[in-house]
């Protein structure tokens, strides 16, 4: 009799035993919000909906430290719709911690300390977003995400070097974000599977847009920003019939050869801050809706007329600090419209005779901070410029009447040039006159 009472409690002692370690939530506390009130429950559970009443269960923090969510942990919960998980020390997801969650649209585990995502842990959910930024993530296993519908994936400020294949099945993805892990390496059409539209990639260590692996049929949105891309190759956009805009500020660039953008969507191309010092002649031809580009920070030293700048007439021209010592004649021909040129920040000192001639008309034309040392009285011809910024340039004097030369200009600025004592008296004169931005 003693002893069968002594097994049966060793029994139970051994069951609670084992069973305590699949405990997932303990002592932790949750704040839930119901109609904007904030509840806080303090509780031990196996199921985080048992730690709360079921009419709050909409929106659920958890405070605590949580090393391991076990399956079903967080289960069965019809109201939920946030959950954030975040700064609880988590290390480990099993597969089928989350299931049966029809409501929720936001789960957010960041900040903690997982190194993989198993198979099967996100399986038949549609959600808004999901969180795993700033996380020690290594590993993605195949078919960690199954069934699986978000606007947002967010693996950001992780650890992935690669991106295996497989990991995904039978998946929507609107935004899967990626910045700032170590990835020099995505499996070839490891992507392709996803219906995707934007991947931000920027701070990892991709050498190439190798046309394999961006092979995304639906991607619109593509940011590659410091990463090490060395060179682009005709064919290498080939599989992104979609494509409306590459960002590619501060890699490696150091020329842009012909074909690379031909029969792309792109209107919005950013090449800020790499090495470009050559771009082919016709390297934008065949780029019908570019309207945005910017190639601020290169080492061009050549402004090349035959530069094609997509057919827009709202275009946005970016040339900023680079080299470019000379404009050249007709140098805008092939932009006649355009809502903008910035050529600010280049060794500009050179302008040809004819440089203005066939462009009709700038809104914003800034050629601030050059070497400009002459203003031709017919530079400008009929040329129309809505504002027209020369600050920082080295000019001493403009001949001529200022009133007939800068006729077509609306708003002009003249500040930080030597201007000679004689020129100074004239241009005040000429700017008192002119609804003008005050030099
Ligand atoms: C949870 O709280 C109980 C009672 O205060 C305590 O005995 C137990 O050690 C706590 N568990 C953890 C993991 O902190
Ligand atoms: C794909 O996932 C969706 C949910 O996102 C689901 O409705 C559909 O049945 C799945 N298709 C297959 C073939 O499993
Ligand atoms: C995609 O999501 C990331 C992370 O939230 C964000 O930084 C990025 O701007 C988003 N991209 C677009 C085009 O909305
Ligand atoms: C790119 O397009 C231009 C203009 O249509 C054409 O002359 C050139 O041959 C094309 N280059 C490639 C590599 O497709
Ligand atoms: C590019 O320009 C930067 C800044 O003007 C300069 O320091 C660098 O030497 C140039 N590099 C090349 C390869 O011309």
């Keep these: 009799m003693h002893s069968s009472l002594v097994n049966l409690l060793i029994c139970t002692f051994l069951f609670r035993a084992s069973n305590s370690e699949k405990i997932t939530f303990e002592n932790v506390t949750v ?27 909409e929106w659920g923090k958890i405070i605590g ?31 089928g911690a989350f299931g049966n969650l029809p409501l929720l649209e936001k789960l957010i585990l960041s900040g903690n300390k997982l190194t993989e995502i198993k198979t099967d842990t996100f399986v038949d959910l549609s959600v808004t977003y999901i969180d795993l930024s700033s996380n ?13 519908n978000a606007n947002y994936l967010l693996l950001d400020n992780n650890k992935l070097t690669e991106f295996p294949s497989g990991v995904f099945d039978n998946v929507t993805i609107g935004n899967l974000s990626l910045s700032n892990n170590r990835l020099h390496t995505i499996a070839p059409k490891a992507l392709s599977t996803v219906r995707l539209r934007i991947l931000n990639l920027p701070g990892n260590k991709l050498e190439e847009i190798n046309p394999e692996v961006f092979d995304l049929q639906d991607l619109t949105t593509l940011n590659l920003d410091s990463n090490t891309v060395k060179l682009l190759r005709p064919g290498d956009l080939r599989n992104l019939p979609e494509l409306d805009e590459l960002s590619l500020v501060e890699n490696q660039l150091k020329e842009i050869p012909e074909g690379v953008f031909n029969n792309t969507k792109l209107s919005d191309l950013n090449l800020d801050a790499n090495k470009i010092a050559k ?9 019908k809706d570019l309207v945005s580009l910017r190639i601020d920070f290169n080492n ?6 035959n530069w094609q700048f997509g057919e827009s007439s709202n275009r946005f021209i970016s040339i900023r600090f680079n080299q470019i010592t000379e404009i050249p004649d007709d140098a805008f021909k092939n932009i ?17 005779p004819k440089a203005f001639h066939q462009l009709e008309y700038v809104i914003d034309f800034d050629l601030a901070n050059n070497e ?34 800068f006729r077509n200009v609306g708003i002009i600025k003249l500040m930080d040039n030597p201007w000679n004592e004689e020129c100074t008296k004239k241009i005040e004169e000429f700017l008192e006159n002119k609804n003008a931005f005050p030099w």
């Excluded at 061009?300 to 007329?305: E, K, P, V, Y």
Aim: charged share 25%; with cysteine; net charge negative.
């Design 372 to 405: 400009i040392d002459r203003w031709d009285p017919d530079f400008l011809g009929n040329t129309n410029l809505a504002t027209l910024n020369l600050r920082g340039n080295k000019l001493e004097c403009v001949e001529g009447d200022l009133q007939t030369v």
């Design 279 to 287: 771009i082919a002649s016709r390297a934008f031809d065949d780029m």
């Design 65 to 95: 430290n949580v090393p391991i969510l076990y399956e079903k942990s967080v289960f069965d919960i019809p109201n939920l719709i946030i959950l954030d998980v975040s700064n609880v020390g988590l290390e480990e997801i099993k597969p």
């Design 300 to 305: 061009l030293t050549q402004w090349d007329n």
């Design 336 to 352: 006649p419209n355009s809502d903008t040129i910035h050529l600010q920040g280049n060794k500009i000192r050179k302008i040809s």
């Design 136 to 148: 020690s993530i290594i590993l993605l296993q195949p078919r960690a995400f199954k069934n699986f």
């Design 31 to 57: 704040q839930w919000r119901l109609d904007n009130r904030v509840f806080e429950s303090v509780g031990t559970s196996d199921n985080l909906k048992k730690i709360v009443p079921d009419e709050n269960q």
